[in-house]
């Protein structure tokens, strides 16, 4: 009994964690597109400038402390109560950090109005360190519905006041406020679910047991802030406020795909690598099916952005947005590669080769690092263009190793990626010649409308028609896509 309720836990826990990224993409972008239309594209920038440091804190500092709690065989509140105690204490001298720093950051980026930014956005500091403890306790607990609700509700009146004070004029200082007070809400509603109030916990002991697994979790939280935030914080050093808020709409644009789809994706995965177990040609079967499944989902969305960016940008966000179509564009071929590239890691681990996806990582980002700084000079487009670079001269390295461990050959790759991408190939050309051949004056929502009916009929047409024209020893396609497909239902 006690067996099948913790499989019932955790079934009903993927659920609501599904539910909560979901909901969260959903909400969020929502809300960015309607304050897209209040605040030029500088006001997002100086926030997203405030936001890396945020992003940083909670990946290096705040993770790390907590994450010893979530591995744990049996925490008790005496153990949370610690944990609580480290992240207050790092969360009050990080918010004091960054509040006193304000102004020599914002002199350094030589944007005065950044100071005020930066100062706000220090309390959110303060209360993502106050909270940690409370999440891990619920994590540890398994109790994500009540994680879901805080996440949503905090999300939608965070968004509310935010579109309130920007219709209101409030320039940038919206976007703070909006930050504020989702996180402080977040804070508030974490407290009154958990019903735990803990004590200020101070043992040596602790600290030295945890020490090495803190440090590690930082230094991979160090890592991983890089590979995943790396890029906006290279246009915000080389580029400014401005360029970097275009780069943020570019980005939340294309990875709102791939973060949803993947994430989806690695539900699926996960059953399908455990029942391969150490059989390398089942695992490479497995891997076939949820890369065939990936790229048909997340291809044909991607490939759309990329095409009508200029009419989907103008339409969606308003005309002073523009000028981030073309990193729209660049992009959706990075996010496209990144969905590949993050299926191709989560096997590593599954297989064992765990440093793999850390060098090919490090690789990236140092390619990453040196094309920015050698094409900054050049604008955001240039900048964007580094970063697709980067990934293209290491995706091959990855993939050719994989196929390597897998025992798979270049003949049974294609089977898994010929469909979706001539059907994409297709919808490129067929998107473009749209734009070609539509006459001028036509508005933006009419564009977008009439290249979503292309795309409907077009893409699912051509990946229907090359599965059945290709046929690999075991079964075309087609029907490994539809396997997939009943894998994902099983679940």
């Avoid at 950051?105 to 909270?131: C, D, H, I, N």
């Amino acid at each position: 009994m006690n067996q099948k309720s913790a499989r019932g836990g955790l079934a009903s826990g993927s659920i609501w964690s599904i539910v909560d990224n979901l909901a969260q993409q959903v909400i969020s972008f929502v809300i960015f597109a309607v304050l897209a239309r209040f605040l030029a594209p500088d006001a997002f920038g100086l926030l997203t400038i405030a936001h890396l440091f945020i992003l940083f804190t909670r990946l290096v500092v705040f993770d790390a402390i907590a994450m010893p709690v979530i591995r744990a065989g049996l925490p008790d509140d005496r153990f949370f109560s610690w944990v609580f105690t480290c992240c207050t204490l790092a969360g009050l001298l990080l918010a004091a950090l960054m509040f006193f720093s304000a102004g020599m950051v914002s002199s350094l980026y030589r944007a005065p109005e950044l100071k005020t930014v930066l100062q706000g956005m220090s309390f959110s500091v303060l209360f993502f360190g106050l909270m940690r403890a409370y999440e891990a306790r619920l994590v540890r607990n398994m109790m994500f519905r009540q994680l879901a609700i805080r996440s949503i509700g905090s999300v939608m009146t965070g968004g509310v006041v935010g579109i309130t004070l920007a219709a209101g004029g409030w320039g940038a200082m919206s976007l703070v406020v909006q930050q504020v007070a989702a996180s402080g809400l977040a804070l508030v509603l974490v407290v009154a679910q958990s019903r735990w109030l803990p004590r200020i916990v101070f043992d040596r002991a602790l600290n030295k047991k945890y020490w090495s697994d803190i440090r590690q979790v930082g230094l991979t939280g160090i890592l991983q802030f890089a590979n995943t935030n790396g890029d906006s914080l290279l246009v915000s050093i080389f580029l400014g406020p401005y360029a970097t808020g275009l780069y943020n709409l570019g980005k939340r644009v294309t990875s709102a795909v791939y973060l949803v789809i993947a994430s989806s994706m690695q539900k699926v995965a996960l059953p399908v690598f455990s029942d391969a177990g150490a059989d390398m040609a089942a695992m490479g079967r497995g891997y076939l099916k949820i890369l065939g499944i990936t790229l048909f989902c997340v291809a044909p969305l991607l490939c759309f952005q990329a095409v009508l960016a200029e009419p989907l940008v103008a339409a969606v966000f308003g005309a002073k947005w523009l000028p981030a179509a073309p990193v729209v564009s660049v992009l959706a071929l990075l996010y496209l590669l990144s969905s590949i590239v993050h299926l191709n890691d989560y096997l590593f681990f599954a297989i064992r080769k765990n440093r793999l996806p850390v060098l090919f990582g490090i690789a990236q980002l140092t390619l990453a690092t040196v094309l920015a700084v050698s094409c900054y000079r050049f604008g955001l487009l240039g900048m964007s263009l580094s970063f697709c670079g980067a990934y293209l001269l290491v995706f091959p390295l990855s993939q050719i190793r994989l196929n390597r461990e897998l025992g798979l050959n270049a003949q049974q790759v294609w089977y898994a990626l010929a469909p979706p991408l001539v059907g994409s190939t297709f919808l490129i050309l067929g998107l473009t010649a749209y734009l070609l051949l539509v006459p001028p004056g036509i508005s933006n929502v009419t564009l977008v409308a009439g290249g979503v009916l292309i795309a409907c009929l077009l893409y699912p047409f051509m990946v229907v028609v090359t599965g059945w024209q290709i046929r690999s020893v075991n079964a075309s396609w087609h029907g490994l896509l539809l396997s997939a497909m009943r894998l994902g239902r099983a679940r």
